[in-house]
């Protein structure tokens, strides 16, 4: 094929399809059809895909919110000209706070201590905080434990008559939404509704309740309240394959990964590969050196098992995965340097999927493309008004 990489020679890329994303959202804006309005999950650098682009990307095709765990996803969100509604839901104490109220951004509450550090940088900021109040329905991260939940609300609504807060959203987050019939789903919805019920009775009237995330977004109606809350299916991956693939969902993956070969040579039967040789050739063979290793987020445990479209087949991954290369065994097959390899993307052209990588590693697709680290470029298409290539990260 000799399809030698771009005039900018990229070692490695991540090909974003922006166009994919904004069908993707506006799909789950079908699923949620009613009265729920929909949260684009944008943290972990927009899973990997770029917290800007992703973030106007969703915008565009009606995404009513924004979501990030970490104060500065939200406030670069805020930097970038973001003005819609924007939730931040993991904060520590002496956190920017009184930046977050200032810049408008929604924030999450678990606890006493947190909603006294926003009542503070509230008083300090002259202008009223948005708080989103998080119970803990049964996942045991964050969250108000029910025996607490009372006091909280009670907390919450004091500080709403002062003028320091406005309860705006009251949330929780599915353990095990991902798997069809789990006991706890039912558990955490009544869990939820009893929340609901004791805010209400404390006299908190939030805009939005919401509790649904990718998997509850396809599978759970019922759940879908005000907002639903999709992050990875935004991306078109599917949050488990057991609940269904992205097409069944008519979701399509945004990210292609690809890189250019650094070196193909032919090597005697017995040749050892990588570190520790714990692969050698069974024969004579061609050897191609994909330019892509652990320091770009390709899993070091893909070693023997990761899979690569070369020459129009699927490889594998061929001894160790190092820091910066791995080998693929192209056996009676040919290749020349600069040739393409693609490590996963939607899968028309026969090339392995997020997914594929996910299973021969042991673990999700979540992983396989958030840790998609910052040296590799990400090339943007279907962009609106931006420059189709860039680096461009949360940092």
């Known amino acids: 094929m000799n399809d030698h990489a771009p005039a900018e020679s990229w070692r490695l890329r991540a090909d974003i399809d922006l166009d994919a994303l904004r069908a993707n959202v506006r799909t789950l804006r079908e699923r949620a059809a009613g009265a729920a309005q929909l949260m684009a999950v944008v943290k972990a650098d927009g899973y990997g895909h770029g917290l800007l682009a992703s973030a106007r990307a969703a915008r565009e095709a009606g995404a009513a919110w924004l979501g990030t765990a970490t104060p500065d996803e939200a406030l670069a969100l805020r930097a970038a000209g973001d003005t819609g509604p924007l ?5 520590t104490p002496g956190g920017p706070w009184r930046r977050a109220v200032e810049a408008g951004v929604d924030v999450s509450v678990s606890g006493p201590w947190a909603l006294n550090e926003l009542t503070s940088a509230a008083r300090a900021a002259g202008r009223t905080a948005r708080a989103h109040l998080k119970a803990d329905t049964g996942l045991g991260r964050n969250g108000c434990q029910p025996a607490d939940w009372p006091d909280l609300v009670a907390a919450a609504r004091a500080a709403e008559r002062e003028g320091t807060v406005e309860v705006t959203g009251i949330w929780s987050h599915f353990a095990c939404a991902d798997e069809p019939g789990h006991p706890s789903i039912a558990l955490q919805r009544a869990a939820f509704a009893e929340a609901l019920a004791t805010a209400a009775r404390a006299g908190l009237d939030p805009e939005v309740r919401h509790f649904a995330n990718s998997p509850a977004t396809l599978t759970l109606p019922g759940a879908h309240y005000d907002l639903v809350r999709p992050g990875l299916a935004v991306y078109g991956l599917s949050p488990s394959p057991e609940i269904g693939t992205p097409a069944d969902f008519g979701l399509r993956p945004v990210m292609t990964l690809r890189a250019w070969l650094a ?15 714990r692969y050698a050739t069974p024969g004579e063979t061609t050897l191609a ?29 061929a001894g160790r995965v190092a820091m910066d290369q791995f080998v693929v065994d192209l056996g009676g097959d040919s290749a020349a340097a600069g040739d393409e390899a693609v490590l996963f993307g939607p899968g028309d052209r026969g090339e392995p999927t997020a997914e594929d990588w996910a299973r021969a590693t042991g673990t999700i697709g979540y992983e396989i493309v958030t840790r998609i680290g910052h040296r590799v470029p990400r090339h943007y298409h279907g962009e609106t008004g931006k420059p189709t290539e860039s680096a461009e990260s949360a940092s």
């Open 289 to 317: 050196l994909v330019p892509a290793g652990y320091a770009d987020g390709i899993p070091r445990h893909a070693s023997g098992s990761g899979p690569v479209l070369v020459a129009g087949k699927w490889r594998t991954v």
């Open 87 to 91: 939730l931040c839901w993991l904060w």
């Open 263 to 277: 070196s193909v040579k032919r090597v005697p039967g017995g040749h050892g590969v990588s570190y520790g040789h």
